[in-house]
């Protein structure tokens, strides 16, 4: 009976051991996986938000040629059209514009930021270079000449981020490259350029100081050689020393906007123009602008490419997106309206 007794005695301790290790297993597995469970709820839905979240954007990029009240018969000009797309967007290029959703009214407790960025207001480096030629486009004339600028903006890059022979290893890349860039992170496989490597897509600065990034100075995607000066990026604000995007600064500049609104036209010279409309904005001389900055500066208001930073925020995961959307005009039932089709999307 004792033989018998002390068997089962270590059978019900093997067993309680083994029910121990079970329990255990699935604790530690279960403590594992429901917070990852929870992470990745959480993040699909932040990947849904920010993806709908474009949605936001595409409306502030589209337009139609309305009609003021009253004005039935009269049809609105292109600088009414164009006046009311820059009181649209102007006032917040190059900052966050930010939206709280509430469970109670939205379905969800999320955020939503979204920041545009013209794409009109970059250095094509594509049409800035001539690669038949190998060399950048005005080179040695008076006006429009790419090469001293692009000395210029160079040496503020390295002044801002640091490095050495900026210009000189662009203009090699691009002479041996001959043919233009698909991407402008291609320019990330220069061995001088690798100070951009942690700074490649922009942000909106959260505090009174920022720097400078890769894909905000340079573009592929616009489709003009000229630069857009109502929508400078907020990178080539800083490297030509001009007044930059501030948090908080969007009331102020839409109460500029609206006393600029009576002098707007779509198309106009900047040495006759720049004192009475950029000047409050930027708070610069035309005197003052780098020589031969205002010969590549587009005097009409026609911006046709944006970059859209998207940010959609649950708990604390964030999906961050950039979408690249092009502006085009097109008639329908008779009038004209302005749509938008997203050209690339990047996840960042």
């Known amino acids: ?30 403590s594992t996986y429901l917070p990852f469970i929870q992470v990745m709820i959480a993040r ?7 993806q709908g979240a474009l949605a936001i954007s595409e409306s502030q990029l589209t337009l139609f040629e309305f009609k003021q009240e009253g004005e039935e018969n009269k049809k609105p000009t292109q600088d009414d059209v164009a006046r009311v797309f820059w009181e649209r967007i102007t006032p917040t290029i190059n900052r966050w514009q930010t ?31 001539d690669f038949k030629k190998k060399e950048f486009v005005g080179k040695g004339q008076v006006n429009g000449d790419w090469h001293v600028l692009m000395e210029f903006i160079c ?27 698909d991407d402008v992170t291609e320019l990330l496989t220069i061995k001088e350029f690798a100070i951009f490597k942690q700074k490649i897509f922009y942000e909106p600065a959260t505090g009174t100081s920022g720097t400078i990034y ?33 948090p908080g600064d969007t009331e102020g500049r839409t109460n500029i906007i609206k006393k600029l609104s009576k002098e707007f036209k779509k198309s106009v010279q900047w040495k006759q123009s720049w004192d009475t409309l950029l000047k409050p904005l930027y708070e610069k001389e035309l005197q003052s602008l780098p020589k031969g900055l205002d010969s590549v500066l587009d005097t009409s208001f026609d911006p046709t490419t944006f ?20 502006r085009y005009k097109r008639a329908r039932n008779g009038e004209n309206e302005y749509d938008v089709s997203i050209k690339k999307l990047y996840w960042l």
Not at 100 to 128: F, H, S, T, Y
């Open 44 to 50: 699909e839905k932040a990947h849904t938000l920010a």
């Open 214 to 246: 890769l894909t905000d100075i340079f573009t592929v995607q616009s489709i003009h050689a000229k630069l857009q000066p109502w929508l400078l990026s907020d990178s080539l604000l800083r490297i030509l020393q001009f007044k930059s995007a501030q």
């Open 307 to 326: 970059a859209v930073l998207v940010h959609g925020t649950v708990g604390s995961v964030t999906q961050r997106l950039l979408a690249i959307m092009e």
């Open 99 to 129: 939206y709280q959703l509430k469970k109670a009214i939205d379905g969800i407790d999320a955020e939503i930021k979204v920041c545009m960025i013209a794409e009109d207001g970059k250095i094509n480096i594509n049409k800035i270079y």
């Open 155 to 181: 040496k503020r890059i390295q002044e801002i981020l640091g490095g050495k022979d900026i210009f000189k290893s662009l203009e090699q890349f691009l002479s041996k490259r001959g043919r233009p860039l």
């Open 1 to 30: 009976m004792a033989k018998n007794s002390g068997y089962i005695l270590i059978v019900t301790l093997m067993m309680i051991t083994g029910a121990i290790a079970i329990g255990t297993y699935i604790f530690v597995r279960g």
